[in-house]
């Protein structure tokens, strides 16, 4: 199982996120992705990769945390792509919050920046939505971004889950199909093909269902394998497998850079 997206470098984890690894290690989580999300954020996660074979890294700039110097901001990714000795699998996460006081216009602005970044790298990306699907889809459009990537925590309906698709997205699933109230994710995650599906937790948020109100962990991942194997009808180790080569296929191999 990999977990592609899971914020262990935040301060949730700090006094014991080494346990968190290990843990999840030994659940069978083969890698985990810790998507970027402030400049000050990238070298802890660069450090933390360094030491430990299973981490992947993305760069990017979170729109929930959206820099006070925008074009500074974007000047420092640029810097980390060019002097990191951890190759990124992708940029992210970013994208547009339609839920926070960040004027829209500003947020979109710097999503499509660091779409041309990932394009300068030819990299994928690690999309950020709440309330912004029509945003993101003209964003990705607009900018003519080809690399493809994935829309985190995906909920909603199947046309829209088609858009991404169509665009050359995979779709990122996690706690929430656990829960029987989320019908209409539910629904459009059991019409989608396998293929098009990554396995995550975003922890620490996002707990699973029957575990609401403790901290989210890597190692509890196989509760989404179960539920996706539920809603498909087949067993869980079909899942396994197919998600990891989705994983593989669109993110590749770590490799270092020096
Ligand atoms: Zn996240």
Not at 9 to 36: C, H, K, N
Not at 173 to 183: D, E, K, P, V
Not at 228 to 234: K, N, R, S
Request: with cysteine; charged share 20%; proline share 5%.
């Amino acid at each position: 199982m990999i977990d592609s997206h899971c914020h262990l470098d935040l301060p949730e984890f700090e006094p014991d996120w080494q346990d968190v690894l290990s843990s999840a290690v030994t659940q069978g989580v083969e890698r985990i992705l810790i998507p970027g999300t402030t400049v000050s954020g990238w070298q802890r996660q660069h450090d933390m990769a360094a030491d430990n074979v299973q981490l992947d890294v993305a760069f990017g700039l979170h729109p929930y945390f959206f820099p006070d110097d925008p074009q500074d901001a974007l000047a420092s990714l640029r810097k980390q792509l060019q002097t990191t000795m951890i190759k990124p699998v992708a940029i992210g996460e970013i994208g547009v919050d339609g839920a926070i006081d960040t004027p829209l216009k500003a947020q979109q602005a710097l999503f499509e920046a660091q779409l041309e970044v990932a394009s300068e790298q030819s990299l994928p990306v690690i999309l950020h939505h709440r309330r912004s699907h029509h945003l993101l889809l003209e964003s990705i459009k607009r900018s003519r971004f080809t690399h493809g990537g994935v829309i985190h925590a995906f909920s909603g309906s199947e046309q829209v889950a088609r858009q991404y698709i169509d665009a050359g997205f995979k779709l990122g699933i996690g706690g929430t199909i656990t829960y029987s109230r989320a019908q209409k994710t539910r629904q459009t995650v059991a019409n989608i093909p396998l293929q098009h599906l990554l396995l995550e937790t975003d922890a620490p948020d996002m707990p699973m269902s029957g575990r609401q109100g403790a901290r989210n962990e890597p190692q509890f991942i196989g509760e989404v394998v179960a539920a996706l194997a539920d809603l498909h009808g087949i067993a869980p180790e079909v899942v396994t497998e197919q998600t990891t080569a989705n994983y593989f296929a669109l993110f590749g191999s770590r490799t270092q850079c020096k």
